[in-house]
């Protein structure tokens, strides 16, 4: 049963059908669709285009579609062109030519555009809630360990003392803006179409106020050519989830590097690791390695969409059917991808006495040029004082730690015997003390702030 086959004169040809079905994939609508039909019919109702009697035998007939989906007991045709026409063609099947009213004064184009909006509202809140469990594991790691020093890396180079805890929360702080993101764009598809038509709006006296409560939609379109069109809600979307997944990317990315036998600093469970085929010894990051491979993925969802929708004409035109794949596939990968690297931090071994032993002392250069600060020496002079130091110290091949004060004292007069104080771990982290940084207090504070963000 096709919903438009009264102009033409003979039966679509059978690839063009093909090429135009979307019923395979945007099956996944089933539960919106039926929702918004219902949602129209009640509103139908109320504007006398239909009688309330007539409504409810509609909700009704399309309550028993929604459970036959539910049940997995809906039987698609070979005519379903997509999850419109086969709602419709089984409506006419269960309670006859009465369906055939439901349609009045709406389009598939406004309709479409409210199943995807409802969809998106609702995988919104699933990857935001996923998100919130990953950062969760994250916090209650990082809490374990929150003093736990380690090496700090810029350019992937021994930078400055840190702390694990100061490292784990660098990356929960990302996925609380990405909930953020999640809920601007979950806002950004909460704006019904419905009522549209096809581009001109709707001859009955439909109130669209009271369908978008309905439906639990915070406000309508304004202007019904847009409403047909618009998807930058799928935009935003898919945004959200491209940049949510290059954080988990840039997370896994320095996780393998720490996973290393170079490394060390952490052990990935068994669980959360596979082998070799050739090698026996082998235990591969695989679920990192995908996270960060899916990145490119996610980000051609997007990139995608954008190209297809950069030369549209106004109103709908059928290129849109492309939106629904790459928000379906972007979707499907993070809510098995989230889940995955929520366990795996949660059994994450992790290794302290080795990151440790990779404190040296060049990761203590900075703090060298601030006690130089605290002498009265200008930080550009006494940056080019501590490079001495650090050229003196691999000339002698020893540390800035091993060099005795003499030696400091032949390149700065500045350098008195409190200088091996510097080296100091915890006093290291302690000097950091704004808010931000790596001393007991500030990270305490911070963890204590990211739990709130994430409450």
Request: glycine content about 6%; some cysteine; proline content about 4%.
């Amino acid at each position: 049963m096709k919903l438009w086959g009264g102009r033409m004169s003979k039966p679509t040809d059978q690839l063009v059908h093909q090429l135009n079905a979307s019923f395979p994939f945007d099956v996944r609508l089933y539960r919106e669709d039926i929702l918004g039909s219902q949602a129209w019919a009640r509103a139908l109702a109320e504007a006398g285009v239909i009688s309330t009697a007539e409504s409810k035998i509609l909700v009704e007939g399309l309550d028993k579609i929604l459970h036959e989906f539910q049940a997995g007991d809906f039987e698609a045709v070979e005519s379903d062109e997509d999850i419109h026409t086969a709602v419709e063609r089984r409506l006419t099947e269960i309670i006859g030519p009465l369906a055939g009213k439901l349609h009045s004064g709406r389009s598939r184009n406004d309709q479409v555009a409210t199943d995807f909006r409802l969809w998106i509202i609702n995988a919104c809140e699933q990857l935001e809630q996923a998100t919130t469990y990953l950062c969760q594991a994250m916090l209650e790691n990082a809490e374990r360990d929150l003093h736990t020093p380690m090496p700090g890396y810029t350019h992937l180079q021994h930078a400055q003392v840190v702390t694990w805890g100061h490292w784990l929360l660098s990356h929960a702080w990302p996925l609380i803006r990405d909930r953020e993101r999640l809920a601007n764009a979950q806002t950004s598809a909460a704006v019904l179409p419905l009522g549209s038509g096809a581009l001109a709006g709707t001859s009955f006296p439909i109130d669209r106020a009271a369908l978008a409560k309905d439906l639990g939609f915070a406000e309508v379109t304004q202007n019904s050519i847009d409403a047909v069109a618009d998807r930058d809600f799928a935009l935003d979307f898919l945004y959200a989830c491209s940049v949510l997944n290059v954080h988990l990317s840039r997370m896994a990315d320095t996780l393998i590097l720490f996973n290393t036998p170079e490394f060390g600093f952490i052990e990935i469970d068994d669980a959360y690791a596979t082998g070799s085929s050739l090698m026996p010894q082998k235990k591969n990051p695989d679920p990192l390695e995908l996270a960060r491979g899916k990145s490119g993925r996610l980000i051609g969802n997007l990139t995608g969409l954008l190209a297809t929708l950069k030369g549209l004409p106004s109103a709908y035109d059928k290129d849109l059917q492309e939106d629904k794949e790459p928000v379906f596939d972007s979707y499907d990968t993070l809510s098995l991808l989230l889940p995955v690297l929520t366990g795996l931090i949660q059994t994450l071994t992790l290794h302290p006495q080795r990151m440790r032993e990779r404190l040296s002392a060049d990761l203590f250069a900075t703090d060298l040029a601030d006690y130089l600060v605290g002498k009265g020496v200008p930080f550009r002079e006494a940056h080019a004082l501590v490079g001495q130091a650090v050229r003196l110290a691999i000339k002698n091949q020893t540390s800035l730690k091993e060099l005795a004060l003499d030696e400091y004292r032949s390149i700065s007069e500045h350098f008195e015997a409190d200088v091996a104080d510097i080296f100091d771990i915890n006093a290291s982290l302690n000097r950091k003390g704004a808010s931000g940084g790596t001393s007991e207090s500030a990270l305490k504070m911070q963890l204590k702030a990211a739990q709130k963000a994430l409450r």
